[in-house]
């Protein structure tokens, strides 16, 4: 079963159909809200997959997006090639060289699909891809105490190997940032849910 939703889910217009069915895009709206990009600004996103939130991004933003799936870097690339840089790539040690550094840098719906080794890994690259002032966002579903018994059934039930309880995801980011902080995000999908939303600042010197 999970092989054949893997499946319709790599049918670019069914996936952004129930992203925005059930409301996640509101919540990668919410994202880029917190991001307050402006021209100029360069944009890292790692697990863009279709990148469906890119009209949001101000005209005038470097924006470099990362996803496995070909399928949806290939709708990016035709819908909007012109305006960002799309790569069907792992990003890895080499891209925090290659590209410029970033002022933000997106996660949006990627920490509970990894490991903790292998978030610890994403996140020590991340926080050496950051301008000095720049800021992590990432967006996940999560475990906290006041979520209702439907929100805890689909985080429960998330496609992610990985929901953690809030303090999971903070303790694995304070190992790379020094300023880390959130907020519980409850009212942006359409089907009760809990998200925490994380901000991470400040790498810790290396």
Not at 52 to 66: E, L
């Given at each position: 079963?999970?092989?054949?939703?893997?499946?319709?889910?790599?049918?670019?217009?069914?996936y952004i159909a129930l992203q925005r069915g059930v409301g996640a895009d509101r919540l990668r709206y919410r994202c880029l809200d917190e991001a307050n990009l402006g021209p100029?600004?360069?944009?890292?996103?790692?697990?863009?997959?279709?990148?469906?939130?890119?009209?949001?991004?101000?005209?005038?933003?470097?924006?470099?997006?990362?996803?496995?799936?070909?399928?949806?870097?290939?709708?990016?690339?035709?819908?909007?090639?012109?305006?960002?840089?799309?790569?069907?790539?792992?990003?890895?040690?080499?891209?925090?060289?290659?590209?410029?550094?970033?002022?933000?840098?997106?996660?949006?719906?990627?920490?509970?699909?990894?490991?903790?080794?292998?978030?610890?890994?994403?996140?020590?690259?991340?926080?050496?891809?950051?301008?000095?002032?720049?800021?992590?966002?990432?967006?996940?579903?999560?475990?906290?105490?006041?979520?209702?018994?439907?929100?805890?059934?689909?985080?429960?039930?998330?496609?992610?190997?990985?929901?953690?309880?809030?303090?999971?995801?903070?303790?694995?980011?304070?190992?790379?940032?020094?300023?880390?902080?959130?907020?519980?995000?409850?009212?942006?999908?359409?089907?009760?849910?809990?998200?925490?939303?994380?901000?991470?600042?400040?790498?810790?010197?290396?």
């Amino acid at each position: 079963m999970f092989d054949r939703a893997k499946r319709l889910l790599g049918y670019v217009p069914l996936y952004i159909a129930l992203q925005r069915g059930v409301g996640a895009d509101r919540l990668r709206y919410r994202c880029l809200d917190e991001a307050n990009l402006g021209p100029g600004d360069c944009v890292i996103d790692i697990g863009c997959g279709p990148a469906y939130y890119f009209p949001r991004i101000p005209a005038g933003v470097r924006y470099f997006g990362f996803d496995t799936d070909p399928n949806y870097i290939e709708y990016a690339r035709k819908r909007w090639g012109d305006r960002g840089d799309f790569r069907c790539e792992i990003y890895a040690e080499e891209h925090v060289t290659e590209l410029p550094q970033a002022d933000v840098i997106l996660l949006l719906g990627l920490l509970h699909h990894l490991s903790d080794e292998h978030c610890r890994q994403l996140l020590d690259l991340t926080s050496r891809a950051l301008t000095p002032n720049g800021v992590v966002i990432s967006v996940d579903p999560c475990f906290e105490p006041n979520q209702g018994r439907i929100s805890r059934w689909m985080s429960r039930n998330d496609r992610g190997e990985y929901v953690r309880e809030i303090p999971a995801f903070t303790t694995l980011a304070q190992e790379a940032f020094a300023d880390v902080d959130g907020d519980v995000v409850d009212d942006a999908t359409r089907i009760p849910s809990s998200h925490w939303m994380m901000r991470m600042r400040k790498p810790v010197a290396h």
